[in-house]
C-alpha cells in the first residue's frame, strides 16, 4: 500500500520505518527541515536500539522517504497521524494544537477514497474534532489506531505487538459485513495495512472512537498505578523495617498480579506516562468523574514523592549537609536504551541537589548532549569514570546495563568515599558491600546504619 506517516517523531519514525520494512510504500512528513534531513540519510534524530538499521534498509529498496511537503502524500491510500500530544502548558490537559494542525495541512492532499488514521495519545472526543475539520470530505474514512510502543524497545513492539486496536465509526458491529466476518471501511484498510502482523497470529481488537482514545491512557495509568502503589509500599518498608525487594517478588509470584511494573525506586518519567495520567486526571475531571481523578492524582503524588525521598536520603548519607559535596549522578535519561530526557526522575533529582549546593556531574551512556541542550546549569561528563573520580557520594539513577554491572573494587579506586544510593534497586548490595561500599535503596534500607565498618568520614 502507499502510506503517509504524519509526524516523525519517536512514535512516527519508528512507525513509518517498520512499514517499510513490511513491504508497503511509506513517507514520513514532518515540519522540521532538520529532523526530515536525518531521517532521510538513515539516522534517527534521537537513541531507539534497531531503528537506524531500518531507516537504512528503506532507504535502500527504495520504499521509504520523508518529505516537508504535505503534497508528497498526496497519492497515499492511508494517512498515520503521529504529531505529538504534549501536555498544555497551561492545564494537565493534551495540547491537540500539532495534530490539529496536522490535520487541517493534509486535508487538500486527500485522495478519494483514503482514510485518516490517528494514532497519537489523545482525550476522548478528539476523533469527533477532527471529524469537524474532515466534514465537508465524506469521502474519506476517519479511524483511531493507538500506539502501544515503549521508547528502548520500540521497533520490537511496533513489529510484534501484543495487540492491535481500531477505533472505527459505530465500533465492532459497524465494522463487519452484516452476517458475515468480512470487514469493511476503515477496519479493511487497517486489516490489509496490518496483514503481516494479522497473519502471525497478533490479537486484533475493534472498538468504538471512546474506547480507541481512551484505552492507551488507561493502561498506562494502569502501569503507572503499580509503579506507584510499590513505590508507596517501599516508604511503609524503610518505616517498619520490611524489605521491598522481597515484599514485590512473594507479590508478583500472585499470578492476578504479576511482577512487571512492580519493581520499587525512582519512579517513572518520560514523554508518556506522566503526561497521560495527567490527561486522564483532567477528563475524569471534566467529566465529573471525581474516583479517576481523585486515583490519578494520587498516582502522581507518590511518584513526585519518590524524587524527594531520595534527595533527603542522599542528606542522610552526607552526614546532613549537600552543600560542598561531591556527587556524581549515573543516568541523565528517563529510562536505560534511550536518549530521551523529558520529565527524566535522575535530572530533576540532579537540579534539587544541586540546588542544595552539592557539586553535581552527571554521566550517561547516550543522553548527555540532550541533557546538556535542556539543562546547561549542570555539569555533565560523558566518561564514567572521570565522572566518578573525587565523588563522596554516587546515585545510580537510571538502570543502563554498564551501571548494573559496574564493578564496586573499580569504582571504589576512582571515588573519595564508598558511598552508593541506589535509587533504581538493580545493585548487587552484597557484592558491593563485601568491596568496601555503603549501599543504600529505597525500600531497603531499614535499620542499616549509616556508619560502620567500611564508611569513611568525610575529607575536609
Same mark, same amino acid.
Given at each position: 500500500?502507499?502510506?503517509?506517516?504524519?509526524?516523525?517523531?519517536?512514535?512516527?519514525?519508528?512507525?513509518?520505518?517498520?512499514?517499510?520494512?513490511?513491504?508497503?510504500?511509506?513517507?514520513?512528513?514532518?515540519?522540521?527541515?532538520?529532523?526530515?534531513?536525518?531521517?532521510?540519510?538513515?539516522?534517527?534524530?534521537? !537513541?531507539?536500539?534497531?531503528?537506524?538499521?531500518?531507516?537504512?534498509?528503506?532507504?535502500?529498496?527504495?520504499?521509504?522517504?520523508?518529505?516537508?511537503?504535505?503534497?508528497?502524500?498526496?497519492?497515499?491510500?492511508? %494517512?498515520?497521524?503521529?504529531?505529538?500530544?504534549?501536555?498544555?502548558?497551561?492545564?494537565?490537559?493534551? @495540547? &491537540?494544537?500539532?495534530?490539529?494542525?496536522?490535520?487541517? =495541512?493534509?486535508?487538500? %492532499?486527500?485522495? /478519494?477514497?483514503?482514510?485518516?488514521?490517528?494514532? =497519537?495519545?489523545?482525550?476522548?472526543?478528539?476523533?469527533?474534532?477532527?471529524?469537524?475539520?474532515?466534514?465537508?470530505? /465524506?469521502?474519506?474514512?476517519? $479511524?483511531?489506531?493507538?500506539?502501544?510502543?515503549?521508547?528502548?524497545?520500540?521497533?520490537?513492539?511496533?513489529?510484534?505487538?501484543?495487540?492491535?486496536?481500531?477505533?472505527?465509526?459505530?465500533?465492532?458491529?459497524?465494522?463487519?459485513?452484516?452476517?458475515?466476518?468480512?470487514?469493511?471501511?476503515?477496519?479493511?484498510?487497517?486489516?490489509?495495512?496490518?496483514?503481516?502482523?494479522?497473519?502471525?497470529?497478533?490479537? /486484533?481488537?475493534?472498538?468504538? !472512537?471512546?474506547?480507541? *482514545?481512551?484505552?492507551?491512557?488507561?493502561?498506562?495509568?494502569?502501569?503507572?498505578?503499580?509503579?506507584?502503589?510499590?513505590?508507596?509500599?517501599?516508604? &511503609?518498608?524503610?518505616?517498619?523495617?520490611?524489605?521491598?525487594?522481597?515484599?514485590?517478588?512473594?507479590?508478583?509470584?500472585?499470578?492476578?498480579?504479576?511482577?512487571?511494573?512492580? %519493581?520499587?525506586?525512582? $519512579? !517513572?518519567?518520560?514523554?508518556?506516562?506522566?503526561?497521560?495520567?495527567?490527561?486522564?486526571?483532567?477528563?475524569? =475531571?471534566? &467529566?465529573?468523574?471525581?474516583?479517576?481523578?481523585?486515583?490519578?492524582?494520587?498516582?502522581? =503524588?507518590?511518584?513526585?514523592?519518590?524524587?524527594?525521598?531520595?534527595?533527603?536520603?542522599?542528606?542522610?548519607?552526607?552526614?546532613? %549537609?549537600?552543600?560542598?559535596?561531591?556527587?556524581?549522578?549515573?543516568?541523565?535519561? !528517563?529510562?536505560?536504551?534511550?536518549?530521551?530526557?523529558?520529565?527524566?526522575?535522575?535530572? @530533576?533529582?540532579?537540579?534539587?541537589?544541586?540546588?542544595?549546593?552539592?557539586?553535581?556531574?552527571?554521566?550517561?551512556?547516550?543522553?548527555?548532549?540532550?541533557?546538556?541542550?535542556?539543562?546547561?546549569?549542570?555539569?555533565?561528563?560523558?566518561?564514567?569514570?572521570?565522572?566518578?573520580?573525587?565523588?563522596?557520594?554516587?546515585?545510580?539513577?537510571?538502570?543502563?546495563? *554498564?551501571?548494573?554491572?559496574?564493578?564496586?573494587?573499580?569504582?571504589?579506586?576512582?571515588?573519595?568515599?564508598?558511598?552508593?544510593?541506589?535509587?533504581?534497586?538493580?545493585?548487587?548490595?552484597?557484592?558491593?558491600?563485601?568491596?568496601?561500599?555503603?549501599? /543504600?535503596?529505597?525500600?531497603?534500607?531499614?535499620?542499616?546504619?549509616?556508619?560502620?565498618?567500611?564508611?569513611?568520614?568525610?575529607?575536609?
Amino acid at each position: 500500500m502507499k502510506i503517509s506517516v504524519v509526524g516523525c517523531g519517536y512514535l512516527g519514525a519508528v512507525h513509518a520505518a517498520t512499514l517499510a520494512s513490511m513491504g508497503h510504500t511509506v513517507v514520513g512528513i514532518d515540519v522540521d527541515p532538520a529532523k526530515v534531513e536525518r531521517l532521510a540519510g538513515g539516522v534517527a534524530p534521537f !537513541f531507539e536500539p534497531g531503528l537506524d538499521e531500518l531507516l537504512r534498509d528503506g532507504q535502500a529498496t527504495g520504499r521509504l522517504t520523508f518529505s516537508t511537503d504535505f503534497g508528497a502524500a498526496a497519492s497515499a491510500e492511508i %494517512h498515520f497521524l503521529c504529531v505529538g500530544t504534549p501536555q498544555s502548558k497551561t492545564s494537565d490537559g493534551a @495540547d &491537540l494544537s500539532y495534530l490539529v494542525s496536522a490535520t487541517e =495541512s493534509l486535508l487538500p %492532499h486527500l485522495s /478519494r477514497g483514503a482514510a485518516v488514521v490517528g494514532k =497519537s495519545t489523545v482525550p476522548v472526543g478528539t476523533v469527533d474534532m477532527l471529524g469537524g475539520i474532515l466534514a465537508g470530505r /465524506r469521502d474519506v474514512l476517519l $479511524g483511531w489506531n493507538p500506539e502501544f510502543l515503549r521508547q528502548g524497545t520500540a521497533v520490537k513492539d511496533t513489529l510484534v505487538p501484543d495487540r492491535l486496536v481500531y477505533g472505527v465509526p459505530g465500533g465492532r458491529d459497524a465494522a463487519f459485513e452484516p452476517g458475515s466476518s468480512a470487514p469493511r471501511g476503515v477496519t479493511a484498510v487497517l486489516d490489509a495495512v496490518y496483514e503481516p502482523l494479522l497473519s502471525a497470529g497478533i490479537p /486484533r481488537l475493534v472498538c468504538n !472512537f471512546a474506547t480507541a *482514545e481512551l484505552i492507551k491512557s488507561a493502561s498506562n495509568a494502569y502501569l503507572a498505578t503499580k509503579v506507584s502503589f510499590i513505590n508507596a509500599m517501599s516508604e &511503609l518498608c524503610d518505616a517498619s523495617g520490611a524489605d521491598v525487594r522481597e515484599l514485590s517478588e512473594a507479590m508478583g509470584l500472585d499470578p492476578r498480579i504479576g511482577s512487571r511494573y512492580l %519493581h520499587a525506586g525512582l $519512579g !517513572f518519567g518520560g514523554g508518556c506516562l506522566p503526561k497521560d495520567i495527567r490527561s486522564l486526571k483532567a477528563q475524569a =475531571s471534566k &467529566l465529573g468523574v471525581e474516583s479517576a481523578m481523585e486515583w490519578m492524582q494520587l498516582v502522581d =503524588s507518590v511518584n513526585a514523592g519518590q524524587r524527594l525521598r531520595t534527595v533527603d536520603l542522599a542528606r542522610e548519607l552526607c552526614e546532613g %549537609h549537600l552543600a560542598g559535596r561531591t556527587v556524581t549522578v549515573l543516568g541523565a535519561a !528517563f529510562k536505560p536504551d534511550t536518549d530521551d530526557v523529558r520529565d527524566s526522575p535522575s535530572l @530533576d533529582v540532579a537540579l534539587r541537589l544541586a540546588a542544595a549546593g552539592a557539586h553535581v556531574t552527571v554521566t550517561d551512556p547516550k543522553a548527555i548532549n540532550t541533557a546538556w541542550m535542556h539543562y546547561p546549569q549542570l555539569r555533565f561528563e560523558p566518561s564514567t569514570a572521570r565522572a566518578l573520580e573525587g565523588a563522596e557520594l554516587v546515585l545510580l539513577l537510571t538502570e543502563w546495563d *554498564e551501571y548494573r554491572t559496574l564493578s564496586p573494587a573499580v569504582a571504589g579506586q576512582l571515588v573519595r568515599r564508598r558511598t552508593v544510593l541506589d535509587a533504581r534497586n538493580v545493585l548487587d548490595a552484597a557484592g558491593w558491600e563485601a568491596a568496601g561500599w555503603t549501599v /543504600r535503596g529505597l525500600g531497603t534500607s531499614a535499620g542499616v546504619p549509616l556508619t560502620g565498618p567500611v564508611e569513611a568520614k568525610f575529607a575536609h
